[in-house]
């Protein structure tokens, strides 16, 4: 069976000292956007910052611009193996592309390697009200190994409360000092309007 590739996302908080709720005493934190996936193109990193309690956020809005981004492949050692630059993709529009989105300066993109460990690093410029002015964000994270389904599944699975669950069988994906979850899609090839819960309606249909 084909390799089933790991994705892990990368979220980067540059937090400031304390917690105050005042809005008078609100100060924006950067927030960092990112996932890695395994045997995959790296994708695009967004970078914004947090809005007042109280505000909508909205990344058109909340974009920041002028950033520096990098992520370095480590190492086994820890050192700097491979860097690459993120540039902003100004002249993007929508969810590809615009103020606040950087993307890979290489081209072809490189490959995410799984089992590898990854650093982020943002340097932001200080502006807008940003404290402290040059905030820098790091986030160190090692990509998850592929796994792969050993059995394949039927095509389609007629549901029954009182049947056996659906089951899998995979391959493990190593994950260092983390539980590995995996997450699976279902459609519903001919869903019904029921005003109640599977549960509920087969003891209501038993009588």
């Known amino acids: 069976m084909p390799a089933m590739r790991s994705a892990l996302l990368l979220l980067a908080l540059g937090f400031t000292a304390g917690c105050d709720l005042a809005e008078e005493d609100f100060r924006p934190d950067v927030v960092v956007e990112g996932v890695l996936i395994a045997e995959e193109p ?34 086994a050692t820890g050192e700097s193996e491979q860097t690459v630059r993120f540039v902003e993709d100004v002249g993007g529009t929508g969810t590809n592309g615009g103020p606040g989105i950087y993307v890979p300066e290489l081209r072809p993109k490189p490959v995410v390697q799984a089992g590898r460990r990854y650093r982020l690093e943002v340097e932001v410029p200080g502006e807008r009200g940003l404290v402290p002015p040059g905030t820098r964000v790091r986030a160190e994270t090692t990509v998850p190994d592929t796994f792969r389904i050993e059995a394949q599944p039927p095509p389609a699975i007629s549901y029954d409360i009182d049947a056996p669950s659906p089951a899998l069988d995979v391959t493990s994906s190593d994950a260092p000092g983390r539980q590995a979850i995996f997450v699976f899609n ?12 599977p549960l509920a309606a087969a003891f209501v249909e038993d009588g």
Do not use: D
Not at 49 to 62: K, M, N
Not at 186 to 197: D, K, N
């Open 186 to 197: 279902i459609r519903a090839l001919e869903p019904e309007r029921y005003p109640l819960t």
């Open 42 to 75: 790296m994708t695009s990193v967004r970078l914004s910052e947090s809005a007042p309690i109280g505000e909508v956020y909205a990344f058109e809005r909340q974009a920041l611009s002028g950033a520096t981004v990098r992520v370095v492949l480590l190492s």
